[in-house]
């Protein structure tokens, strides 16, 4: 039989849900059964009823992967109440001139909804203690962070971000097998433009993504022979993630080859750009500019593009 401690519980979380936050008086025994991998002494954490249910049929040796699973059970379940912050702020909300009990009623209690289930799904506990003693247990599970949520895996933010915002499944699947998981912001874009479309209109988008992905390699083959450009090896350049903004090594690249290090140089070559990148189609060719822009104006500070850039020394060897 495990001897399980109970963790500190500072003052201010008293009956507080260590997974949610959420009132609670209800407790969970991690691990339900004895591991030789358990890093730690077997914990009991306060809990609601809810997440002691969900953490009450999880497997595993971690308490952060507990967590983990916990949580993003619970943006499964509440996926409907998350899209609201997406499809709406608060003030269209409070603006807005739906008429009927039914729709009357939605925008007296959307916002809050929302906020209670983002307050519930943004929460990460407070620091796991015993008797004063901080626990020193390294979080080292795989993940899968996109705009700032971290999920389970890929597969998990893809299900969540299609029910959240009512995209159209199998659109957003057939994005999702064509760009893969690096380029899951553009594939969330596309399919945010046609949330309501029927599958041969589907057919007809994906049809026309794989053609500009194919235009798409044919263009990384051929710039490595542009003359006049500063030899860059893009194979040795790194996707960025800012926000919610994937940048394209294809876009560094473009920028690196021509010398562009600042969006003054770079507003000053806007239209060679959407010349060059024309065959990709509006949509796509704005979305490689846009994440350009950011990432030339983050370059800006020295300290980010030292600390976060993984491209930062490829920029001295360039210049």
């Given at each position: 039989?495990?001897?399980?401690?109970?963790?500190?519980?500072?003052?201010?979380?008293?009956h507080t849900c260590w997974f949610c936050a959420e009132p609670g008086n209800d407790i969970v025994q991690f691990p339900k059964v004895a591991s030789p991998y358990l890093a730690h002494v077997p914990l009991q954490?306060?809990?609601?009823?809810?997440?002691?249910?969900?953490?009450?049929?999880?497997?595993?040796?971690?308490?952060?992967?507990?967590?983990?699973?916990?949580?993003?059970?619970?943006?499964?379940?509440?996926?409907?109440?998350?899209?609201?912050?997406?499809?709406?702020?608060?003030?269209?909300?409070?603006?807005?001139?739906?008429?009927?009990?039914?729709?009357?009623?939605?925008?007296?209690?959307?916002?809050?909804?929302?906020?209670?289930?983002?307050?519930?799904?943004?929460?990460?506990?407070?620091?796991?203690?015993?008797?004063?003693?901080?626990?020193?247990?390294?979080?080292?599970?795989?993940?899968?962070?996109?705009?700032?949520?971290?999920?389970?895996?890929?597969?998990?933010?893809?299900?969540?971000?299609?029910?959240?915002?009512?995209?159209?499944?199998?659109?957003?699947?057939?994005?999702?097998?064509?760009?893969?998981?690096?380029?899951?912001?553009?594939?969330?874009?596309?399919?945010?433009?046609?949330?309501?479309?029927?599958?041969?209109?589907?057919?007809?988008?994906?049809?026309?993504?794989?053609?500009?992905?194919?235009?798409?390699?044919?263009?990384?083959?051929?710039?490595?022979?542009?003359?006049?450009?500063?030899?860059?090896?893009?194979?040795?350049?790194?996707?960025?993630t800012l926000g919610s903004e994937q940048v394209q090594p294809e876009a560094i690249a473009w920028a690196m080859r021509r010398g562009i290090r600042d969006l003054l140089e770079l507003q000053q070559c806007e239209?060679?750009?959407?010349?060059?990148?024309?065959?990709?189609?509006?949509?796509?060719?704005?979305?490689?500019?846009?994440?350009?822009?950011?990432?030339?104006?983050?370059?800006?500070?020295?300290?980010?593009?030292?600390?976060?850039?993984?491209?930062?020394?490829?920029?001295?060897?360039?210049?």
């Amino acid at each position: 039989m495990l001897n399980y401690e109970p963790i500190d519980i500072p003052f201010n979380y008293r009956h507080t849900c260590w997974f949610c936050a959420e009132p609670g008086n209800d407790i969970v025994q991690f691990p339900k059964v004895a591991s030789p991998y358990l890093a730690h002494v077997p914990l009991q954490l306060p809990a609601c009823r809810e997440c002691k249910f969900i953490a009450t049929s999880c497997i595993t040796d971690s308490i952060w992967d507990l967590q983990l699973q916990v949580n993003n059970a619970l943006m499964k379940r509440y996926a409907k109440h998350l899209g609201i912050g997406v499809n709406w702020t608060k003030q269209e909300l409070e603006e807005t001139t739906l008429e009927g009990t039914s729709f009357k009623g939605f925008t007296d209690s959307a916002w809050m909804m929302y906020e209670i289930a983002k307050g519930r799904v943004d929460f990460s506990g407070w620091p796991l203690a015993i008797n004063g003693v901080p626990l020193d247990i390294i979080d080292d599970n795989y993940s899968y962070d996109f705009d700032g949520t971290r999920f389970i895996n890929f597969d998990a933010a893809v299900e969540f971000y299609q029910k959240a915002e009512s995209l159209n499944k199998y659109l957003i699947d057939g994005l999702v097998s064509l760009l893969g998981q690096d380029r899951f912001a553009y594939a969330l874009r596309v399919a945010r433009l046609h949330p309501s479309i029927s599958k041969r209109m589907a057919d007809e988008v994906l049809a026309e993504i794989t053609e500009q992905e194919f235009d798409r390699a044919e263009m990384l083959k051929q710039s490595e022979h542009q003359s006049g450009l500063k030899d860059v090896n893009i194979e040795s350049i790194s996707a960025v993630t800012l926000g919610s903004e994937q940048v394209q090594p294809e876009a560094i690249a473009w920028a690196m080859r021509r010398g562009i290090r600042d969006l003054l140089e770079l507003q000053q070559c806007e239209d060679a750009f959407f010349d060059e990148h024309e065959h990709l189609g509006g949509v796509a060719a704005f979305a490689l500019y846009h994440g350009l822009q950011l990432y030339l104006e983050a370059r800006q500070d020295d300290s980010w593009g030292e600390q976060h850039d993984p491209n930062h020394s490829l920029w001295h060897q360039n210049s």
